[in-house]
């Protein structure tokens, strides 16, 4: 069975760091591109960063980009994400999850098959 | 940035009705489209990718369609388990977006 184990939530002053960290179990890390997707107290949820099987490419969203670092370590099964100069903004419940999809011609289409159960950041004075 | 927009954002209905939600893309997304459940509390599960391929171990009563930038999914016999919040999303391009959610209620 597919497991997603996401932690270093924390309540942190804003211009703080943070790194967060998803274990994954039951599948081959390595193969698997991960996403890491947020959700604001009683909002929707929001698309934060992207990371392929070999860690090689990277995507994030204008909202992060320049403040968080997302990278893995697959010998440890794992994903980070590095958020530092965090904002009251980036207060959520932060989601890894693991992509399914597939490549062709014209691009790479992947979608979230399965998720952590998150990991709350608060970020406050 | 591709922008979703989901109708309505709540819908009240009864165990046994047929439902519909509605989410419409700001540009064609081909058939790049998934439906996500969420309960309080817990992580979204998927539903649906590619618009209409139902994920393994989701009851058939949940069923997707749509291509370009419209798309629907339908319940078609409530269950008391199914009242929850649905998120559409597209994955045509980065960055990837959701929409703003539809709660489901009961009446």
């Known amino acids: 069975e597919v497991h997603l184990v996401e932690s270093g939530g924390d309540l942190v002053q804003p211009g703080g760091s943070l790194r967060l960290s998803c274990v994954g179990s039951?599948?081959?890390?390595?193969?698997?591109?991960i996403s890491w997707v947020r959700q604001a107290p009683g909002k929707g949820l929001e698309w934060v960063s992207y990371?392929?099987?070999?860690?090689?490419?990277?995507y994030y969203a204008d909202s992060v980009k320049g403040r968080f670092t997302i990278s893995r370590d697959n010998a440890k099964d794992s994903v980070s994400l590095q958020m530092d100069s965090l904002r009251v903004e980036d207060t959520a419940v932060y989601y890894c999850?693991?992509?399914?999809?597939?490549?062709?011609?014209?691009?790479?289409?992947?979608?979230?098959?399965?998720w952590g159960q998150g990991t709350l950041v608060t970020v406050s004075s | 940035d591709i922008q979703m927009t989901q109708s309505p954002s709540t819908l009240s209905a009864s165990v046994g009705d047929r439902v519909t939600i509605t989410c419409r893309a700001s540009q064609s997304i081909s058939t790049w489209l998934a439906w996500y459940q969420q309960k309080p509390g817990k992580a979204p599960n998927l539903l649906i990718h590619?618009?209409?391929t139902l994920e393994s171990g989701v009851p058939s009563r949940f069923s997707g369609g749509g291509s370009g930038t419209e798309f629907t999914l339908t319940v078609s016999s409530l269950q008391p388990d199914d009242f929850a919040t649905y998120y559409c999303?597209?994955?045509?391009?980065?960055?990837?977006?959701f929409g703003q959610g539809t709660k489901l209620e009961i009446k």
């Open positions: 039951g599948f081959t890390f390595s193969v698997y591109s």
């Open positions: 999303q597209q994955y045509n391009s980065y960055p990837y977006t």
């Open positions: 999850a693991r992509d399914e999809g597939f490549c062709t011609d014209g691009g790479c289409y992947r979608w979230f098959a399965s």
């Open positions: 990371i392929s099987h070999t860690g090689t490419t990277a």
């Open positions: 590619q618009a209409s």
